[in-house]
């Protein structure tokens, strides 16, 4: 087949490598001049947070790609956390900082730069010899009928003026265009598609933790820190280096008044993250990379279905987006990948299934978006779980009993919602239902305790 990528980010670049190794003939666009010199500045432009978590999801479908190689050289660049670490103020005033595990068996987290990801990717596919890669090329139309696709010199500013124009054809075009993809787009006018977008009320923007005086990491260097407050939340995340880099996560208006006013960040901060200022930043440190960072604003999108035929079919942001709450976003993109170039496209293109012809991007999206769709709930319901105290919650008692229960009862199968989705690379689906399951079992464990001790309770009345 000749494949067509649209959009070069990391979760396009796996797909070329996938594609690639398969022995298709592959293309892939990006709308950016070369991305591989992007620096930081570029990437607060688009809105982008430069690190990210990945956990085993990720790593599976990087594994599964074929590259021996590939996922050892990755984990050189990326620093484990093992837990996510509290920093609040208590009830005295004092500050007091609260580990809570990831896993009971000391799985990790790895923070890793979201462009040397990406870098790796392209520097893998520009090695083979069925791979094409052309910087600065946009998509602006897609004929999935006749199976054509046009890209425009993104260099020129008014790209429908130009006459810099190029059909390329495809047997096959993925759309890997991001949350503002071109390729839904298109494709929006060749089937109905449902498009759910929901932009939250939540903003964030990026600041940097130095190193201390001496070098050294001025906090934990394998925990991700975290500073809840209500409808606000601080965090960050270590880099090789000893520095930090962070997002504050906050509402439109609160970032909005943060703004009207030069200092009023400091005040902010004082208030709100207890021993930010002046362990971790000066006042003018955050004054300054506060006023000289962009603000970008959270929001989700499921779209189904995600496919035309078998000509075109979307992955990645491109196909969900999800606030960043579970860390989970990319690592759902790479898994689009692997399953969609395992489990689907190494079928025969159609399938004949009781009588009807079934298109296998057809399945694929039957089968995936359910999965995502769940996904983007969890995230959601994760921020509320991250920026309340830890120790106050249900949830939290609710997280012991479960480790609990599967360190000790390992054969029953038991284990936490958090482990399932950061652990595993089970559906997304089956976990919802087997932590359905788990919460009815947990009321029922409840209610028969709350019996024995009521008839405990009775039984000493009795004796007294
Ligand atoms: C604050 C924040 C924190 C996050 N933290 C995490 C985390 O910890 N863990 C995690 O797994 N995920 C996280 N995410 C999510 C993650 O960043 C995204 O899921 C991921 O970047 C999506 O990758 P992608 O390749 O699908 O899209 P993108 O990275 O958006 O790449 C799309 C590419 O397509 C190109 N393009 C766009 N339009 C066109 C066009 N018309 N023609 C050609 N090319 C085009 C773009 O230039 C871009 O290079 C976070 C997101 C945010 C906002
Ligand atoms: C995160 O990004 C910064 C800035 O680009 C970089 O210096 C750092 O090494 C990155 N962290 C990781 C874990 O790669």
Partial sequence: MKIVICGAGPVGALAALYAAKKGHTVELYEMRADVRADDKEAAQQ?????????????????????????????????????????????ALGTEKATKVPYSIDGRVLRVVSREFLRNILLDRIFNLPNVKV?????????????????????SIEDTYGGSNFERVSFDLLIGAD??????????????????????????WCEFQIAQADDGRPKINLDTLHVWPNNDIMFLALPNPDGTFT???????????????????????????????????????????????TKTSILHEMRVTPINYKDSCVLIGD???????????????GLEDVRVLFRAF????????????????????????????????????????????????TLKYMRRKLEETLQARL????????????????????????????????????????TASLCGLAASVALKF
């Fill in 345 to 392: 496209l190494s079928q025969a293109p159609t399938k004949e299934l009781s009588g009807k012809q079934i298109s296998i991007l057809d399945s694929y999206s039957e089968y995936r978006q359910p999965d995502v769709s769940v996904m983007t709930s969890l995230a959601l319901k994760n921020y509320n779980e991250m920026r309340l105290s830890q120790r106050s």
């Fill in 46 to 90: 688009l809105g982008k947070s430069i690190n990210i978590t990945m956990s085993d999801r990720g790593f599976e479908a990087l594994k599964d790609s074929g590259d021996e190689q590939l996922v050892q050289e990755i984990l050189n660049h990326t620093v484990p956390v093992q837990a996510r670490e509290v920093h609040e103020r208590t």
């Fill in 410 to 449: 390992p054969s029953a199968g038991w284990a936490t919602l958090y482990f399932r989705v950061a652990f595993s690379t089970e559906r997304f689906t089956m976990i919802e239902h087997k932590n359905n399951q788990q919460t009815k079992i947990l009321k029922w464990l409840l209610g028969v305790s």
């Fill in 246 to 292: 962070c997002n504050l996560f906050a509402p439109a208006e609160t970032f909005k008044m943060l703004r009207s006013n030069q200092t009023a960040i400091a005040d902010f901060f004082e208030r709100n993250f207890p021993g930010i200022l002046p362990n971790l930043m000066t006042t003018e440190e955050l004054i300054k990379q506060f006023h000289s």
């Fill in 178 to 203: 991001g949350a503002h993809s071109a390729v839904r787009h298109h494709l929006a006018r060749y089937r109905n598609i449902n498009i759910d977008q929901r932009w939250l009320d939540n903003c």
């Fill in 134 to 154: 052309f910087f600065g090329r946009k998509l602006i139309h897609a004929d999935l009928d006749n199976k054509k696709a046009v890209f425009a010199d993104a």
């Fill in 318 to 332: 491109a196909a969900h987006t999800m606030v960043p709450f579970y860390g989970q976003g990319l690592n759902t």
